[in-house]
């Protein structure tokens, strides 16, 4: 048995912008993917020529094998290599071991299908599918997928999220993530934000390349400019993931925010000591939350 391991790692946005909606009814944002150290494991395997899937996912995500990101992209992976039935592909084995919270705003289910498309090549060999068509299968499973696929550190991300301009700058903190035991459909997250076309926007979105390099070293910067439009809507109705970003920032955080539809709060710390001692009192504080320690990539 032939099989690949490696690692899936979570994101955080540093700042997202939700401009406009699209005449394809996906919505225009504008937003900064950045690669954080929580992660999880994932080991491909492919045995025979079955040419099945099989998925081993742990702990249980409560949705079926088909709803999972790892399962839709080797699926369309699948249908596309496999077109006119012309190549016998060896079935592939899925194992998936969950770090990253579930419907947390933090690309756990993107980056675990990232992950299984890098592996492809490897498994059925680089004729089954090209670049072009990895890519294609990416932005079809979900906006975020290419960021993790093209395994970038950080990237400003336009379009649906797909088009990707890569960024080499470091970011000298510790990143406190609190996730509370609630999971935001991002689906309701865009429908609650009511964004208009185009023509009825006239927004202009925040030059993120322009401010990137400064605001790292300024959390001033990074405060004025760097926010995320789902937070009025997602506090709104769930006033508590506003109190984690609230006290976040009373416990000393030099930057807090929402990432990508939430539920997930993220604070930006300059010590570990200080990012554990907050994490653990964060903990203690909002019952039935998760903390997670770590560092950008």
């Not at 937003?31 to 999880?40: E, G, I, N, W, Y």
């Not at 999971?183 to 185009?198: H, M």
């Not at 004025?224 to 920032?249: S, T």
Request: glycine share 10%.
């Amino acid at each position: 048995m032939n099989a690949v391991g490696t690692v899936a790692h979570a994101k955080i946005n540093l700042g997202l912008e939700v401009l406009y909606k699209r005449p394809d009814n996906y919505h225009e944002i504008n937003t900064v993917f950045v690669r954080v150290s929580l992660a999880d494991t994932v080991v491909i395997g492919s045995n025979g020529t079955m040419n099945s899937i099989f998925l081993d996912c742990k702990p249980d995500l409560g949705i079926p094998d088909e709803q999972n990101l790892a399962y839709k992209a080797i699926k369309k992976a699948h249908e596309i290599a496999h077109e006119g039935g012309k190549i016998a592909l060896p079935s592939l084995a899925i194992t998936l071991r969950k770090q990253i919270p579930y419907g947390g705003g933090l690309g756990g289910g993107s980056s675990n299908a990232g992950a299984v498309l890098r592996a492809l090549p490897s498994l059925w060999g680089k004729k089954a599918l090209s670049d072009e068509h990895l890519l294609n299968v990416a932005v079809s499973v979900g906006s975020d997928v290419p960021f993790f696929m093209e395994n970038m550190d950080c990237a400003l991300g336009s379009g649906r999220g797909e088009t990707l301009k890569p960024v080499s700058v470091r970011m000298p903190y510790y990143v406190v993530i609190v996730s509370p035991s609630i999971r935001i459909l991002t689906a309701w997250a865009y429908n609650a934000l009511q964004r208009g076309s185009k023509t009825e926007e006239k927004r202009t979105p925040t030059n993120y390349a322009e401010l990137l390099e400064d605001a790292i070293s300024s959390p001033n910067i990074l405060r004025q400019h760097f926010i995320n439009d789902f937070e009025e809507p997602v506090f709104a109705e769930y006033p508590v993931i506003g109190g984690i970003k609230q006290h976040l920032y009373e416990a000393g955080a030099m930057f807090a925010l929402m990432s990508g539809s939430g539920s997930s709060v993220f604070g930006l710390f300059k010590t570990n000591t200080e990012a554990e001692a907050v994490a653990a009192s964060m903990q203690e504080r909002f019952e039935g939350s998760t903390t997670f320690v770590c560092k950008p990539l």
